[in-house]
């Protein structure tokens, strides 16, 4: 085996696995746990702000 074919199988390796990571994120599964973790940057933003008027109205 010579160098040229060592890194055309490395080539189809990436390859495969690019494809197997996008297969994997676009997997309909992963649809929920994705959407709950997009979603969790706006709970600890409704969470803050609810504190900061608990904190308006204790004063």
Known sequence: MDYGTLR???ALLILTLFII???WAYSRK???SFDKAAN???EE???EET???ET???V
């Open 30 to 32: 992963r649809n929920n």
């Open 8 to 10: 055309g199988l490395i």
């Open 21 to 23: 990571i996008v297969v």
């Open 56 to 58: 308006n109205n204790n």
């Open 40 to 42: 969790s940057i706006f």
């Open 45 to 47: 933003d409704r969470k």
């Open 51 to 53: 504190n900061k008027q």
